[in-house]
């Protein structure tokens, strides 16, 4: 359990060794799709690696095994995270950006939700290993046809200036490193930027924490297991039509309204936890449900929106600078909720969520101007 629960730690460390170190050698390269296509070979080779290792049945490698293939994932995935913005940025308009993101989440969770029902239809007289093995073969086939897809796309060069100007700077210390990403709070619009995504932090810790109340009231229920991984996974899917819908209007919309429907389910869980009506597994399925569609919906709208007031040549550098700080925010107060869930006040920090994400949605409302979608191109 313990190392089930240090793994989420362990790929974050890799994410933010990749914002750090990696942003800049990202940002000075001209062209961005064979960067992103080998990093999804390289997702696929975690996945093999991990598989391979654990086939043996060595439990001390297997450990090893899964340790080495989250903290690569982490690198390997927010690298192509900062080059897949950055593309995306450079080659496509605000409304277009809008379309791929929640196309991607809509079509996306559809294929793997159907791919992973066939897999276990097929596969469900093997025993459990089999099963995951085959479903993890399908994953990785699905990465190198996303990597041949992603070189067989059309990418329009940037200015050449941004080559010439970065020769000499792609090796830098961390001294420095550390020094731009302070830096970055000298720019207007970083600063802003920051005062609305800090609280979101907080905001995106409402479905693991959600999540563990449920499992507090429902730990003896043989189908609560089912019915939250079914609910979450139905507001992914859920997510994409229905957010794409209200993005439309503007960015901040949507944040506003994640926001308050994180607040508001927050505060229906506390009033039938304190009223100790809260042991129907349906309750807690709606929950996180609806968290799920909202926690959804504000990640894709505040990358969106990242990408329309970002200036072009600070978008990766304020990207990494802004994932780094989030992501020590992140481990110091999920260590904090932890320990307050861990001493059996789970619903403390419930009530704490309930009061960041309200105070979030304020922020997002006075600091994220809507958005002319389809004219925005940062």
Known sequence: ????????????????????????????????????????????????????IAATGSVTLTAIAFVTAFFLIGLIEESQSLMLS???????????????????????GLGAIGLVLL?????????????????????VSFFLFSAL???????VAPDEFRDRKAQGESRQSLQSIVSGIVGMFEQPWFRRYM????????????????????????HASAKGLTAMIISSA?????????????????????????????????????AFHYAHIDHEVHLHAIALFVVSVATTGISSARKLYFLD?????????????????????AVAISAVLAAVAHMHEVASAIAFIVLVSIWSAFACYRIA??????HSQA
Not at 34 to 42: D, H, K, N, S, V
Not at 309 to 329: E, F, H, M
């Open 1 to 52: 359990m313990f190392l089930a629960g240090a793994l989420v730690s362990i790929r974050m460390v890799g994410s933010m060794i990749s914002d750090v170190f990696l942003a800049q050698p990202i940002a000075v390269q001209a062209r961005k799709k064979r960067g992103i296509a080998l990093t999804e070979l390289g997702l696929g080779g975690c996945l093999l690696m991990a598989l391979a």
């Open 309 to 329: 007031v970002a200036p072009k040549n600070q978008r990766i550098k304020g990207a990494a600078a802004i994932k780094a700080i989030c992501r020590l925010a």
């Open 149 to 155: 897809c992603i070189l067989g796309m059309a990418e």
């Open 119 to 139: 897999i276990h239809e097929i596969t469900k007289e093997y025993p459990p290993f089999s099963r995951h093995s085959a479903v993890i073969a399908a994953s």
């Open 234 to 270: 139905s507001g992914y899917l859920v997510s994409a039509p229905l957010w794409q819908l209200v993005n439309m209007k503007s960015h901040r919309a949507v944040m506003v309204t994640g926001n308050l429907m994180v607040a508001m389910t927050g505060i229906a869980l506390l």
């Open 369 to 374: 101007q809507p958005q002319k979608i389809g």
């Open 86 to 108: 950055d593309l995306l940025g450079d080659q496509l308009k605000s409304k277009s950006r809008m379309v791929i993101r929640y196309l991607q989440l809509g079509a996306g």
């Open 195 to 218: 005062v609305m995504r800090l609280p979101l932090v907080v905001v995106s810790l409402s479905v693991p924490f959600f999540a563990l109340i449920a499992a507090e009231a429902h």
